[in-house]
């Protein structure tokens, strides 16, 4: 997709208070980016009325006062601020970084590799080879504090959510499903794949930034020993869990 | 400095405030006080900021003793409460002196009971707020044992009382259209809003789960939505049909299909549904919902103006040419 088609972008009503603007009904590179520098315009516009914006995986959505601006005024407002460009050509945000987060794949501390593997049709080695050089990019930020939805992975990796949920997994759980990764950054409950576990913490309440990760930052996940990764918990006190990060643009 | 100190705790008591609004793009949701309103009445009553801290104590309460003499007020839920054996009125200010304990037992109805304190509870905020947050991982349950450290409160007028109406027994709840609602048939909506729900017993602060007799709710293209973002207020039905309203301490994002969404003024009724309470929604126009939220903000404007002095009854008062109001020996009839 590369500009507005099938009904898309869409203005819906979210209740009393909100506004949805949809990009796409299935992710995307172009919704995900058309989205990111939507929301973005909304703020530099500051709209009266609008009072938080957010965006997901293809939508942006816009809390306002309906008591301040009439939603019929600002659904105008945010047509015709749609109708400026082709969103979905839009450039990804500025001051994008690049992190290597190590990661340990399988073994004890990420059981369902060896399934996942299976239901991707390779083995687990050729798994491990395959995620652990691949370039994921922040599409969201979502569900729990500073937690990364993470794509798009190869077309293999088009996995269906667990029926039935792993009871808990814990903070810095690397997950697979639908072609993306997620990193979480609390224990949850998930119908994810379990394959691989980092020590980075993608919420630090008490931290001068307790949301490291921004939508646009790319992410690998080289593959480490779990000699490695227990030397670097022990050590870390930063919640980086051993990543670097380098600007990119 | 003052403190409150917890020597019993019931299992879900926590430190809330109005909660930090404005970070969904972080995926932080707003969580704060389960009952707003209550916030409200308790700072109304002690003639205070209503940004201050209380405790917020869910289906029971515990036993407290304070440093100095201090304020209190007692607002949401009614719970059985009383200092030294003498029972306090709700909806009411009050006043604890150093050795004496204040008992707060269970809910008479309703769900969130407010303890709030003259000067507020000054625990150090975290990301602009004092609210417990604990899907976020955010501050924790309040503890037998604590010491809940309280900011400074210069005031010092006698009892006050609040008349409030029951929010507190289920009801009737209104709701406008939200994103997925149409993919729910007219029936379904229909059937929908001739139900009779109940709060589920897995209630909590992140959402009511609803249990009703007959069939769950179905949306075409139930399991096949991208995920978008989530609000308190929403109803998300799940994939076997079950409605949730979700609370202040819901995720940010969820595919689930929401076939609407409670006005915010009807929120509070939600959460503070007790056991065996009877909802029931209705969708009304978009007009009907702008005129419940200027009434409500309304309300709460003005709530401030409204606390009374509590008549005091002279049996409370054996010794009346003794009697000081700051002794907190004050009692109140119904408003």
């Not at chain 1, 921004?214 to 870390?236: K, S, V």
């Not at chain 2, 104590?57 to 607002?75: C, N, P």
């Not at chain 2, 990301?127 to 809940?148: M, P, W």
Request: aromatic share 6%.
């Amino acid at each position: 997709m590369t500009a507005a088609q099938g009904g898309f972008p869409a203005i819906r009503t979210l209740g009393l208070t909100g506004l949805l603007v949809s990009f796409a009904d299935q992710l995307s590179e172009p919704a995900n980016r058309a989205a990111l520098a939507f929301r973005a315009a909304v703020e530099r516009e500051g709209l009266p009325g609008v009072e938080e914006t957010s965006t997901s995986l293809a939508s942006v959505f816009l809390r306002f006062d309906p008591l301040a601006v009439a939603p019929g005024d600002l659904r105008e407002r945010i047509a015709a601020l749609l109708g400026t460009r082709d969103w979905y050509s839009a450039p990804l945000p500025a001051n994008r970084r690049r992190w290597r987060i190590p990661t340990v794949y399988g073994t004890d501390l990420a059981p369902q590799l060896e399934e996942a593997a299976e239901a991707a049709g390779m083995t687990a080695d050729a798994a491990v080879a395959e995620l652990s050089r691949t370039t994921v990019r922040v599409l969201t930020i979502g569900f729990a504090p500073g937690q990364p939805y993470l794509g798009e992975l190869p077309p293999a990796w088009d996995l269906p959510r667990q029926v039935a949920l792993t009871r808990r997994v814990p903070e810095g759980a690397l997950v697979v499903a639908i072609r993306q990764f997620v990193l979480f950054s609390a224990p949850t409950p998930t119908g994810w794949r379990h394959i691989g576990q980092t020590a980075f913490r993608a919420f630090r309440p008490q931290s001068e930034t307790p949301f490291p990760l921004r939508p646009g930052d790319e992410l690998i996940f080289p593959a480490i020993g779990r000699d490695e990764f227990d030397q670097i918990r022990a050590a870390d006190t930063s919640g980086d869990g051993g990543a670097t990060v380098e600007t990119i643009a | 400095m003052r403190h409150l100190v917890v020597t019993r705790a019931g299992p879900a008591m926590t430190v809330q405030d109005g909660g930090r609004l404005g970070m969904l793009m972080e995926g932080l949701s707003r969580g704060g006080a389960a009952d707003s309103v209550a916030l409200a009445e308790g700072a109304a009553l002690l003639g205070q900021s209503v940004d201050l801290a209380a405790l917020e104590m869910a289906g029971h309460g515990g036993a407290f003793t304070v440093s100095d003499t201090t304020r209190i007020a007692l607002t949401g839920a009614p719970m059985r409460a009383d200092i030294d054996g003498k029972s306090l009125p709700w909806n009411a200010s009050h006043v604890i002196a150093p050795g004496q304990t204040l008992t707060v037992g269970g809910c008479e109805k309703g769900t969130y009971g407010y303890l709030h304190l003259g000067g507020g509870i000054a625990t150090q905020p975290i990301l602009g707020s004092r609210a417990a947050h604990l899907v976020a991982g955010i501050g924790g349950l309040v503890q037998a044992g604590d010491r809940l450290p309280l900011g400074p409160d210069a005031r010092t007028e006698p009892g006050l009382v609040l008349g409030v109406d029951d929010r507190f027994s289920g009801g009737a709840i209104r709701i406008v259209e939200s994103a997925q609602s149409a993919l729910f048939t007219a029936s379904e909506r229909a059937r929908f809003e001739a139900t009779d729900f109940t709060r589920d017993v897995r209630a909590n602060r992140m959402g009511v789960r609803l249990t009703m007799e007959g069939e769950g709710f179905a949306a075409d293209r139930q399991l096949s939505i991208l995920s978008e973002v989530i609000v308190p207020g929403d109803i998300q039905v799940t994939g076997d049909g079950t409605p949730f309203v979700l609370l202040p301490e819901c995720q940010t994002t969820g595919g689930y299909p929401r076939i609407g969404t409670v006005i915010p003024a009807d929120l509070p009724a939600v959460a503070q549904a007790g056991p065996g309470a009877l909802l029931r929604f209705r969708f009304v126009s978009f007009e009907e919902a702008l005129e419940a939220e200027r009434r409500h903000r309304t309300m709460l404007r003005d709530l401030p103006r409204r606390p009374r002095h509590a008549v005091r009854d002279p049996r409370d008062m054996p010794d009346l040419l003794s009697y000081r109001l700051i002794d907190g020996m004050i009692s109140a009839h119904d408003t």
